[in-house]
């Protein structure tokens, strides 16, 4: 949903970081509004996931240049607990596995640290329980899973869905989902994308960071954008995504070779 | 094995006056760390502890253990049976300190017959307040076929100066089935030696759990000899160390015939300036073909101040076994630490409860009695 007079939630301005001294992101420009659903697409490599990691504070990255501003405050000042608790979402493309803590422990922990935030008051393990079975319909979850050990033996696609019951619990502000279709057969792939649209509304924002098509069929970007050699380097409306699905990426290798002139332009519309 | 920051200061060399009463007791010199099994063991919060034998464990006169009801398929044994000291020579180590140690001191002495399913029982371990040596025997048969869950939480009264020194004497019987738990929360300057020495037949099968923390100084020397082989042995340990805390756990495993089965997982979390020590001995001479131990030492070490050696020492002659061993030592995984952390969770709570998963695998081990004791509070601080 594009209303231009909604309010900015991200505004990502001439972002620079690296991993280990070996730069990564290279002037990322990218603005996220209210009830907006965006895309972002391009090959290995291109910066996409280092994007999601920097937005969500990994220590090991280091930004080096730029601006990110996030519900009109400085994002890269918090640490990455506050930024979750200020609803900044991240759901990993490969979510880590943790023997010996109890997901549901966990989930309550990490709903409680959010509910804090905004000053509602903390659920105890029986309130929880009923809250978390109602979100667990959403992702149609077993709740077996509620038992076991965070992501300990979950298969990928049930811990895509343990991501997403996350992400329905803390209620985010701006979502960032970082492949989260990666490793999904097309049923996982249909509930996690109707998790995704039911959660969708015109007060936050999701950012989809994807290698496919398949998963922008069942979740409709307002805006997709394509980055190459840790920048944005096009963006457009959902044709964007229905063109690159046809034509591949061979245009970003013309591009990226042609004068530095050229490099700096205006990123083209498409459609 | 690592390398750790020199400097720690010595207070008392084994040998000096403030030590000279236990080595009199013991009726030999303390050890020193010249000796091997000591190396590592630094014995001089021992010299804060005042000279002399606390009430509560001076000979039979004052039996701790007079009001002590016993399930049912537990009764008591003469002081005089003739399988006290059995394991003791069975597992080559009536000469070493501590047993000599614990002799000296008169212990308070608890002999203990099973038949049949004995059920669950908590032996208390009353310590005197008043700081000193305070020593402890026990003498634990169980017949065959017999089953027992016994859990021992050897405790301080108080953070003074004092000594605890517990040695555990099992004979377990063709087929009998014993789940011991030892759980030994110390505080202050309190120190402790344990010492367990176990013979089992063929059949028989001991879990052993022990779990310490708190310790200025805690030793724990788990001895099993398997006399026919063709048991199994289960071993379970944690020990977390934080200030200046020394805990130092000496296992020792020998299979005197074939088809035997060791299972041992060994866990330390050093934290602050702590030392933790871990020498894990198993022995396979010829005699024991066929036999299969897996030993695992796993470490976290939580500060560049605190120091971990650990060691396996396995000894195989017979040719046709399965003998592994692994030991890993690691700081906190970044990755568990960031997923938590960017859920909200902050970073000190999010440590917390990687802690305390790493315990927890040891921890639910120990008998269903243990967790009135609240182990993982007394480990971590309350959460």
Same mark, same amino acid.
């Given at each position: ?40 697409? &391009? ?177 409709? $970007? ?50 | ?12 060399? $084994? ?66 049976? $003739? ?89 377990? &019987? ?13 505080? &202050? ?185 609240? $182990? ?8």
């Amino acid at each position: 949903m594009i209303r231009p007079d909604a309010p900015v939630l991200l505004e990502i301005r001439d972002l620079h970081a690296c991993v280990e001294d070996q730069p990564i992101l290279k002037g990322v420009n990218l603005t996220i509004r209210a009830g907006e659903i965006h895309a972002v697409m &391009g090959r290995n490599g291109s910066g996409k996931s280092t994007l999601s990691k920097v937005l969500a504070g990994h220590p090991a990255y280091t930004v080096t240049g730029g601006s990110v501003l996030y519900n009109g405050g400085n994002l890269l000042e918090l640490e990455p607990e506050q930024r979750s608790r200020t609803g900044l979402f991240l759901g990993f493309q490969y979510p880590v596995e943790i023997p010996g803590v109890s997901n549901l422990e966990f989930l309550r922990v990490a709903t409680n640290a959010r509910r804090g935030q905004r000053g509602d008051e903390e659920l105890d393990t029986f309130a929880f329980e009923d809250l978390v079975r109602e979100r667990l319909a959403l992702v149609q979850m077993d709740p077996a899973f509620l038992e076991r050990s965070v992501n300990e033996g979950f298969s990928g696609g049930e811990k895509k869905r343990n991501e997403i019951l996350q992400m329905a619990l803390l209620e985010p502000l701006v979502a960032i989902l970082d492949e989260t279709d990666s490793g999904l057969d097309i049923d996982a792939l249909r509930v996690v994308a109707a998790g995704v649209n039911q959660l969708s509304d015109p007060d936050n924002a999701t950012l989809l960071i994807t290698h496919y098509q398949r998963l922008l069929d069942l979740i409709t $970007p307002d805006h997709v954008h394509v980055m190459a050699a840790g920048r944005i380097l096009r963006s457009g409306g959902k044709e964007l995504a229905l063109e690159l699905e046809r034509s591949g990426y061979d245009w970003v290798d013309e591009q990226l070779a042609a004068p530095q002139g050229q490099q700096g332009r205006q990123p083209l519309e498409v459609g | 094995m690592l390398a750790a920051p020199a400097g720690t200061a010595v207070a008392a060399a $084994p040998g000096s006056a403030a030590l000279a009463w236990l080595a009199e007791l013991a009726g030999t010199p303390l050890p020193s760390r010249r000796q091997e099994d000591w190396r590592f063991t630094d014995l001089s919060p021992l010299a804060a502890i005042p000279a002399g034998i606390a009430t509560g464990s001076s000979g039979p006169s004052a039996d701790p253990w007079a009001e002590l009801s016993l399930p049912a398929g537990v009764s008591r044994l003469a002081a005089g049976d $003739p399988r006290l000291g059995s394991a003791l020579a069975a597992s080559d180590c009536e000469q070493h300190w501590p047993v000599l140690l614990n002799a000296g001191a008169r212990p308070a002495l608890l002999a203990l017959q099973v038949e049949g399913d004995g059920g669950s029982l908590e032996l208390p371990l009353p310590a005197a307040a008043a700081g000193g040596l305070v020593a402890w025997r026990l003498l634990l048969v169980l017949e065959p076929g017999a089953r027992l869950e016994l859990l021992l939480a050897p405790a301080p009264a108080s953070a003074e100066p004092q000594l605890l020194s517990l040695l555990s004497e099992v004979v377990l &019987g063709e087929d009998a089935r014993l789940q011991l738990g030892c759980l030994a929360l110390g505080k &202050g300057h309190a120190c402790l030696l344990d010492h367990l020495v176990v013979r089992q037949a063929a059949g028989s099968e001991l879990l052993a759990t022990t779990v310490t923390s708190g310790w200025a100084l805690a030793r724990h020397e788990p001895r099993i000899v398997q006399e026919q082989g063709a048991a199994r042995t289960r071993l379970r340990g944690l020990q977390r160390v934080d200030g200046r805390q020394l805990a130092d756990t000496h296992s020792a495993v020998r299979f005197d015939g074939p088809d035997g089965r060791l299972d041992q997982v060994h866990k330390a979390v050093a934290d602050g300036a702590g030392r933790s020590v871990f020498n894990g001995g198993v022995q396979v001479p010829r005699a024991a073909q066929r036999t299969d131990a897996a030993q695992m030492s796993r470490n976290l070490l939580l500060s560049d101040r605190a120091r971990i050696d650990t060691k396996p020492e396995l000894e195989i002659v017979a040719d046709d076994v399965k003998c592994a061993h692994g030991a890993t030592v690691s700081q906190l995984q970044s990755e568990e630490l960031f997923y938590l952390r960017s859920r909200g969770i902050d970073s000190a709570t999010a440590a917390r409860l990687l802690q305390r998963a790493f315990c927890q695998e040891v921890l639910q081990e120990l008998p269903a009695a243990a967790r009135r004791h609240d $182990p993982i509070a007394a480990l971590l601080g309350t959460t």
